[in-house]
């Protein structure tokens, strides 16, 4: 019976271990997200809009590790519908 036990005991306590582990290390990233259009970025020097996210053109960084859960409200502050996909 001893033995049984030792391994189930064991097999609960490394599942605890990792659902906590994965509990601690799960980061969650909160961002938000202004999407416009602007006209003086050229980056192909050509008179040509784009699209920006905070003024920035390619848009930000978005530094996530395994597990992270990232939150991002987007604001779509241009004149035409918007789909964003990774
Ligand atoms: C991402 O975040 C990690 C941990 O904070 C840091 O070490 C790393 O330099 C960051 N990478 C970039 C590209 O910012």
Same mark, same amino acid.
């Given at each position: 019976m001893a033995?049984?036990?030792?391994? &189930?005991?064991?097999?609960?306590?490394v599942?605890? #271990? @990792?659902?906590?582990? !994965?509990? $601690?290390?799960?980061?969650? %990233? &909160?961002?938000?997200?202004?999407v416009?259009?602007? #006209? @003086?970025?050229?980056? !192909?020097? $050509?008179?040509?809009?784009? %699209?920006?996210?905070?003024?920035?053109?390619?848009?930000?960084?978005?530094?996530a590790?395994?597990?992270?859960?990232?939150?991002?409200?987007?604001?779509n502050?241009?004149?035409?519908?918007?789909?964003?996909?990774?």
């Open positions: 033995p049984v036990c030792h391994r &189930f005991c064991l097999i609960h306590f599942s605890f #271990t @990792t659902l906590l582990l !994965v509990l $601690v290390n799960a980061d969650d %990233i &909160f961002l938000e997200w202004q416009n259009i602007d #006209t @003086t970025i050229k980056p !192909v020097s $050509v008179d040509q809009p784009v %699209i920006t996210i905070n003024g920035m053109f390619p848009g930000p960084l978005i530094n590790t395994t597990n992270g859960i990232i939150h991002v409200n987007v604001f502050n241009m004149d035409e519908p918007l789909l964003i996909t990774w």
